[in-house]
């Protein structure tokens, strides 16, 4: 939803610049600002679903148990990490929030305080993650190389 309003806020820029001939003054920042929530939200999403960038070919040469204590350590600083960018863009947030986007006449809090929102989600997930089990160093179970081997193995005509 918020990639569809910046298209259409961008559109809107470009047709009254160039079909109009009249610019209007607040979408350049108003598509900024909802790029920085589209940013952080994205960011929280790829935590819960496990997405983001991982070095797995390293841990695999360890066994599970020192897997699942590198997994702890890896959350660990991760967490701490989040906090402190959550901490800090919240003693941001409040420092800006008196001051007022030119064009969009809002406050700087609200763009702003995407970084708070998404950091805090992202601790969330990570944590939610870890305690559930899905935050092993190997990521999730049934991949899809893991599903073909599977379906592979089984005689054919067998059900799923």
Same mark, same amino acid.
């Given at each position: 939803?918020?990639? #569809?309003?910046?298209v259409a #806020?961008?559109?809107?820029?470009v047709v009254?610049?160039?079909?109009?001939?009249?610019s209007?003054?607040? $979408? /350049?920042?108003l598509?900024?600002f909802l790029?920085?929530?589209?940013?952080?939200l994205?960011s929280?999403?790829a935590?819960?679903?496990?997405?983001?960038?991982?070095?797995?070919f390293?841990?695999?040469y360890?066994?599970?148990r020192?897997r699942q204590?590198?997994?702890?350590v890896?959350?660990?600083l991760?967490s701490?990490?989040?906090?402190v960018?959550?901490? /800090?863009?919240?003693k941001?947030?409040?420092?800006?929030?008196d001051?007022i986007?030119?064009?969009?006449?809002?406050?700087m809090?609200?763009?702003y305080?995407?970084?708070?929102?998404? $950091? #805090?989600?992202?601790?969330?997930?990570?944590?939610?993650?870890?305690?559930?089990?899905?935050? $092993?160093?190997r990521g /999730? /179970?049934?991949t899809?190389?893991?599903?073909?081997e599977?379906?592979?193995r089984r005689?054919s005509?067998?059900?799923?």
């Amino acid at each position: 939803m918020i990639l #569809v309003s910046i298209v259409a #806020v961008t559109f809107a820029q470009v047709v009254s610049r160039y079909v109009l001939q009249a610019s209007l003054p607040w $979408s /350049e920042e108003l598509a900024r600002f909802l790029l920085m929530w589209l940013a952080a939200l994205s960011s929280a999403y790829a935590f819960k679903v496990r997405s983001h960038f991982a070095l797995h070919f390293f841990v695999d040469y360890f066994d599970e148990r020192t897997r699942q204590a590198i997994g702890t350590v890896v959350t660990a600083l991760v967490s701490l990490f989040l906090m402190v960018f959550a901490w /800090e863009s919240a003693k941001f947030t409040l420092a800006v929030r008196d001051q007022i986007a030119p064009g969009t006449r809002m406050s700087m809090a609200i763009p702003y305080s995407s970084a708070l929102v998404g $950091s #805090v989600l992202m601790l969330y997930y990570v944590i939610k993650n870890w305690w559930t089990g899905t935050a $092993s160093v190997r990521g /999730e /179970e049934d991949t899809a190389a893991e599903m073909i081997e599977e379906a592979a193995r089984r005689p054919s005509g067998a059900e799923l």
